[in-house]
């Protein structure tokens, strides 16, 4: 995740902000990677948010996992990792 710094006011207060303007849904992922979806959302639940995992929660309150790219980049090694422990 790409974070910006900025200088503020008289104080000089950093702020930084989160360059992150699109995700993409869990269904989404499963589908462009040609994975089960179940199967992912198993393998993302021992994901932390810093590492590209959010969760997005529509209207009806239920939360719906969605990842930045760099979080599909680690997703995809979560995938080589949980393949190669199956062997």
């Known amino acids: 995740m790409e974070l910006d710094t900025a200088i503020q006011g008289p104080g000089r207060l950093i702020v930084q902000t989160n360059k992150v303007h699109h995700v993409f849904t869990i269904d ?4 462009d990677l040609g994975e089960n979806e179940e199967w992912l959302a198993e393998i993302a639940n021992e994901m932390e ?16 996992m969605a990842f930045t790219e760099f979080g599909i980049e680690n997703l995809r090694e ?3 990792i949980h393949r190669d422990r199956a062997k």
């Open 28 to 31: 989404r992922v499963a589908r």
């Open 49 to 64: 948010p810093e590492d590209g995992l959010i969760w997005v929660y529509p209207f009806n309150d239920d939360g719906v």
């Open 78 to 80: 979560s995938i080589a």
